[in-house]
């Protein structure tokens, strides 16, 4: 199963807060809650929001990028 969330796969996580100050350093988002995730990467002055159900597992790198403010999902977990 390609992107299965295991320790093997992503050995740390971090809790994340959404804010358009806070730099996020990860391999893949986990949202525990529904809803939406704007994702800011570091280089780019765009976001990206994408619409997420409970439990998903969004593979996307970030090195400094942001998890703006306005995300709506919950339960947001860094993996890397």
Same mark, same amino acid.
């Given at each position: 199963?390609?992107?299965?969330?295991?320790?093997?796969?992503?050995?740390?996580?971090?809790? +994340?807060? %959404?804010?358009?100050?806070? /730099? =996020?350093?990860?391999?893949?988002?986990?949202?525990?809650? $529904?809803? !939406?995730?704007?994702?800011?990467?570091?280089?780019?002055?765009?976001?990206?929001?994408?619409? +997420?159900? %409970?439990?998903?597992?969004? /593979? =996307?790198?970030?090195?400094?990028?942001?998890?703006?403010? $306005?995300? !709506?999902?919950?339960?947001?977990?860094?993996?890397?």
């Amino acid at each position: 199963m390609p992107n299965a969330l295991n320790v093997a796969t992503y050995p740390t996580s971090t809790a +994340v807060t %959404a804010s358009d100050a806070t /730099p =996020v350093k990860c391999r893949a988002l986990f949202a525990g809650g $529904a809803g !939406t995730l704007v994702i800011k990467h570091f280089a780019t002055d765009s976001s990206k929001t994408f619409t +997420v159900p %409970a439990g998903y597992l969004l /593979p =996307v790198e970030l090195d400094d990028g942001r998890v703006m403010a $306005a995300s !709506t999902a919950t339960g947001i977990v860094a993996l890397s």
